[in-house]
């Protein structure tokens, strides 16, 4: 009986590994079906359905591809939806920083009287750190073999190494922290609500300063409970997490 007992338990582990698996690759090809109806249907003009489809197939899971992010964006303009227009272009521009993704969600922004897309120094800055930030990385790691370099060769030869050369080190080091982290650090989001209320604190008894409507942009700095704190016309704010679609 000892012996039958683990072959017992590994068969059955494998069988219940194997319904698993089964289950999975059926929820994978249901989501790959549904995705090519919708695109049948937007090939075949249905702008509407398509988009609802994609939509069902992103809530159950499917990963969102450039030309499904690109389709929904169309449907959605089609439909004048802009703010789900401005969303899912700007998750787009979020994969592939271009010049003209960012002047075309400025030039819509601005058509509809909305705010947050400005082309502004603070967009341009993220807009070139998102495009070149692979190179300023490897600029950054070079000069820092470099310094770890010197200071080595220093150490082995005996020679003294000035406090004013480590503080040097000392805010590189924290330079190149800051900058590998920025991405992190740094996120946006689009109002999803007619009404979305900015609060001076995260608490819904404290005061409303600014009722805004959906379609808005703002830069996200953190989160306290159900709350983000966002930058909105260079003023920090409070606002429902469920207010906002997160890019």
Known sequence: MGQCYPKQSIGYRLSLLLSLLSTVTLAQTDLSVSVRQADSLFANGDQVQAARLYEKALAEGQPATDPMLLKLANAYERQNDIPRLLYFLDVYFERHPDDSVLRRLSDIAKANNLSGYETDDLNYFYFFYRKYSAYFLLFLLILAGYVFGVLVLKLVRKQPISSRQKGVV??????????????????????????????????????????????????ILGQKDIYLRVLWHNELYFIRRDNVWLI
């Open 170 to 219: 000392f805010f590189y080091l924290l330079l190149l922290l800051v900058f590998t982290n920025l991405p992190e650090g740094v996120q946006s989001g689009i109002t999803s609500r007619n009404r979305v209320l900015l609060r001076t604190d995260p608490s819904a008894a404290a005061p409303v300063v600014e009722v805004i409507g959906k379609g808005h942009k703002v830069n």
